[in-house]
């Protein structure tokens, strides 16, 4: 539960192309320091969209930073409770919202500065980690063994030719972490829209040191394994893909 006087929600809105407000998601499993002023959603938020093709829908998930991760970094790593509800409700497509951090072994190559602690701290290079922030072994193995994603050769290319921010120094464990969440999605014609928080700010909770974010927001074909375009970790951009997905009728 919120522990201040007066919490307030952490929401993920989407809009129709007249501006009307379609759904609001909000925020289901918190961060440890979330819990100091943050209200708690009810659960993970799915919605019927209606295509401009007439009696024609996509099922579509919503999820903030923490929700993909284990509830509190204490449930078991394999639940995956938040891809495991959009797939019990046949969701084809998830709209994922986020603000992680550039991980410690690759900050070195994306210029970074020392980082603060964020809902990110649970992946690496290899996988995931205990919420002691040592390496689950079983999600290194999971990681290293599938082969998660590819990225397509034209991804980012495409991105920069079209004059767009894009810079090659995505951050691929990141990446690669988003997907070994979506495990239960990994089939069929689905994809995942990841929009995370590029750039360097100082950090209010630590006078004088810097938090620098991973970026590498990405468009995934989740079925295929396949990153179709993808933003680096520097800078604000826009990537614009064709994805299949699957349809249901209204």
Known sequence: ACLAPQCFPQEESLRASDGALLVVHRKHFLFELDYRWA??????????????????????????????????????????????????????????????????????????????????????TAGAHDRCGRPDDNARTAADDVQLIEFASDARSSIRAAGLAATCNASTSTVQYWALRCGPLLRGERALVAANRSGTEVDSGAEGKHVTFAGSSSVMALGKRRVLAQLGSHGAGVAIATVRVSCCTL
Do not use: K, Q, Y
């Not at 919605?47 to 401009?52: D, G």
């Not at 970094?73 to 969701?91: G, I, L």
């Open 39 to 124: 209200a708690r959603g009810d659960c993970f938020t799915t919605a019927v969209l209606p295509l401009p093709r007439r009696g024609v829908a996509v099922r579509v998930g919503f999820a903030i930073c923490m929700d993909v991760n284990p509830e509190d970094f204490v449930s078991p790593f394999w639940d995956m409770e938040c891809a495991t509800t959009f797939a019990r409700a046949d969701v084809s497509l998830v709209l994922f919202s986020c603000a992680w951090l550039m991980p410690e072994d690759e900050r070195g190559h994306a210029d970074a500065h020392p980082s603060g602690e964020d809902e990110s701290v649970t992946h690496s």
